[in-house]
């Protein structure tokens, strides 16, 4: 256990659903890490301490010394979560949220410092809040940095997921940011509207979403009313043009289609900035969709390398001072 | 019972959770009708005589006459129904829906026709299909053209719904129509997604939407993906914008208003006609709701007389030489 003496940081993200924790030295290394399906919605009677040792626990065979400082980020700091903290609004940097972290002492004595969320124009038609992927963010802004990559001008990143955030970065500081229900709006056509009969029952969007992907993709570029062209989802098939083992491929595809259409036209970081290109943080088949469609749009999408909320955790852990 | 011994047509729109049935007289006049929930999806066993006897029952304290035809519209001729059908392609009116129709003779001898639905561009990219609408359309025409109404150039008919259709009528004939699943988008986003879960719980779109609606109207008016305004039905309550009880009135202004912006971007039967109205064939609140956000953009809506259903079959039953 040597090794876990040098732990200076506890990173965190504690999502709805998931829970990562990260055992850091003072340079940021990871030394040992966990994760597992204890998100805030399966915290039981509200004990988030009891779940927060538990997951401790896993990180050593003894226990991690009660003075290292922990800090997290995600939904955790919502109402439903531990303690729920004011959004900061925009723009901000890594030290903006180090001079806004909550810090909380548990009844054990432990020090955790929540992260907490951001938020966009609340007083206007459309106003937006996001926690944890501002981390994510600062963790990529970071790490661009400490590769001395260019980080001037304008970048946008694309973090897809149930609520997809377009998030853009202008000179290190988020500047702007918007949500899109693109995967929720997926999964509620698919799981509860007429669009999922004519499904195969037990299809699944694969790994190369192949052809239907990319029809649906057109179509989500087209004209027209979202709810209009989604129902070609289901006309198609009965049209015989489209295999039942399609459908959800090309729903996917339209879907992401519109909000990437959509959100190139509103200029999100794109507009006139030396950078033309997207940075999408995410993993998997739906990032891999996503870095597609943005190829299908003429737009060079790269994926972040992994690990960018743990390296947004350790850049506003140093920024506040918790570390040495 | 002699008014009924004079019956010349019963006339039957059969939908998927709904059913009415009227006696007509050879001049269309209603003798008697009848209504109830045994739409097709409650058709027990796929025993649709036995409804339809009982239904014609409720028409009458003895039963109609066997020799009287029969005419029915609607879901009843989709792959779910009594007599699947192939849908007409545009353009068409009640002629060639009256050429088209299904005659089906029941074990008891009764003589049914079956109107069957209307299909647009299956080979194309956006196919579309209805059944039961254009009857009502139909019937809204003749209707019409029996005032000495102007029925020359364009009309635009919009038909409120679970699949609101948008269907532009050309010197009397259906010659391209949409769907659009306003209705559908609002019911799942509602009961299955994050956008419902601070709604009110008793909260319903009451009689008078008022201001929320109209706010609704105006974000899905606005840019941005539609699913991107959506997650505004939540953020302006986060925000505190947005009472829980206006979240769903909201939301139906925002699917609604998008629909509109869309519909009319395209030039649905607007685009240059002289007639820049449009009839609304629906009733109760969201008919009234379709009127008010069409006002909201500047055009005239009016609300069509109720009845455009039997009227259409009245109609395709005499031009098939049904009726005398």
């Known amino acids: 256990m040597t090794a876990l003496s040098a732990a200076a940081l506890i990173a965190i993200d504690w999502g709805t659903t998931s829970f990562r924790a990260w055992a850091l030295d003072a340079q940021g290394q990871v030394l040992r890490s966990t994760s597992g399906d204890q998100g805030i919605l399966s915290v039981r009677d509200g004990d988030f301490e009891a779940s927060l040792e538990q997951a401790l626990t896993r990180l050593d065979d003894r226990t991690i010394a009660i003075q290292v400082p922990l800090i997290a980020a995600g939904m955790i700091t919502s109402r439903n979560g531990w303690v729920e903290t004011p959004y900061l609004p925009l723009p901000l940097d890594a030290a903006a949220l180090a001079g806004a972290l909550s810090p909380h002492q548990t009844s054990r004595g432990r020090r955790i410092h ?8 609340m007083d206007g038609d459309f106003p937006d809040v996001m926690r944890g992927e501002e981390t994510e963010v600062i963790g990529q802004v970071a790490s661009d940095q400490a590769g001395q990559r260019q980080t001037a001008g304008q970048r946008l990143f694309v973090l897809p997921g149930t609520h997809s955030k377009w998030v853009r970065v202008t000179a290190g500081k988020i500047t702007a940011f918007q949500t899109c229900m693109t995967g929720e709006a997926f999964a509620v056509l698919r799981d509860h509207s007429i669009l999922g009969r004519l499904m195969d029952a037990g299809a ?13 993709l057109a179509a989500g570029r087209g004209e027209g009313a979202l709810m209009a062209r989604a129902f070609s989802a289901r006309s198609l098939a009965l049209a015989g043009s489209l295999a039942p083992g399609e459908i959800a491929d090309y729903l996917s595809g339209l879907l992401i289609g519109d909000e990437i259409r959509a959100g190139l036209a509103q200029g999100m970081g794109l507009a006139g900035g030396a950078d033309q290109a997207v940075t999408i943080i995410g993993r998997g088949d739906l ?4 870095a597609r ?3 299908a749009f003429g737009i060079a999408a790269a994926i972040a390398p992994q690990g960018m909320n743990r390296r947004g955790l350790f850049e506003i852990a140093t920024k506040a001072g918790l570390i040495g």
């Open 114 to 121: 929540f992260v907490t969320g951001a938020s966009s124009d």
């Open 204 to 216: 699944q969007t694969g790994a190369d979403p192949g052809a239907a992907f990319e029809r649906g």
């Open 287 to 290: 990032a891999e969709r996503y």
């Open 293 to 295: 469609a943005f190829a």
